[in-house]
């Protein structure tokens, strides 16, 4: 067999939010469900959420569950991805002949599917640097069906603006970590902070609240009301506190007294 027949590749242009394309999957197709077979998904920290909530798990249940471990490349930082089945197909543990179980609460990679994004600039607001391209694998017959998409369409009908707006804090700092110098690595300890921060939402909470965080940190009342039962209020707080320990981020600050006072003691 021919691989270069069955491999998926990636369209080698271009394009923007106003490119339009062809494509739409539906269980008519002969190959539906085939694209949740054979996969690499890396899990973003607002998929976890979506997910642990649905199955009525902790984000620590289902990390160890649905999840592996993995080090993201050029950038050594700690992410997850899905877990696949050990059946011959390396199938996602959701998915079923008729279709995906958690379909409404799907990771964001499925979403954007057949499109993926790249983005090269860690400016706030900035979308010059942003750009699409297309995953071209050959058992899809989805890119021939007539229905016409831009790509800010399918974002919106897929549900991807709601996810990238909140991993945006997320994406941003594995940006900034990309543009360092190979030789500058992040400790141990700082990697296993990034994984928690990101994932383990759960055991962040315990974190912030069970310790002595709150006194080391500057954190509004209103933000500390919001983050105790809020996951998504939580997420996009530890991005800003990830940005400050790691990056110099100015939006969550240190108490210098009370970081004074444990130096002295």
Request: aromatic share 12%; hydrophobic share 40%.
């Amino acid at each position: 067999m021919d691989s270069n027949k069955t491999m998926a590749s990636i369209d080698p242009v271009k394009y923007s939010l106003d490119s339009e394309f062809k494509f739409k999957c539906h269980s008519g197709l002969a190959c539906f469900t085939k694209c949740c077979r054979g996969i690499n998904i890396i899990l973003t920290p607002y998929d976890i959420i979506r997910l642990k909530n649905i199955l009525s798990l902790s984000s620590e249940e289902f990390l160890t569950i649905y999840t592996e471990p993995q080090l993201l490349e050029k950038t050594d930082l700690p992410v997850v991805t899905l877990k696949l089945l050990d059946d011959e197909l390396k199938s996602c543990p959701f998915v079923k002949d008729d279709g995906c179980l958690v379909y409404t609460h799907r990771p964001t990679a499925c979403r954007y599917y057949p499109v993926g994004v790249a983005t090269l600039n860690f400016k706030e607001g900035s979308d010059a640097d942003e750009f699409y391209f297309f995953v071209n694998e050959p058992h899809c017959l989805g890119f021939e069906e007539d229905k016409i998409w831009a790509i800010r369409e399918w974002r919106i009908d897929q549900g991807v603006d709601i996810h990238d707006k909140i991993n945006a804090g997320w994406a941003d700092l594995i940006v900034k970590k990309r543009s360092f110098p190979k030789n500058i690595m992040l400790t141990e300890k700082s990697k296993n902070m990034f994984f928690t921060a990101s994932y383990d939402v759960d055991k962040f909470r315990q974190f912030v609240f069970d310790s002595s965080f709150l006194t080391l940190y500057k954190i509004d009342d209103a933000t500390i009301e919001k983050i105790k039962t809020d996951d998504v209020a939580l997420l996009e707080f530890a991005f800003s506190w990830l940005d400050s320990i790691l990056f110099k981020g100015e939006k969550v600050t240190v108490n210098k007294e009370e970081a004074e006072r444990r130096i002295k003691k």
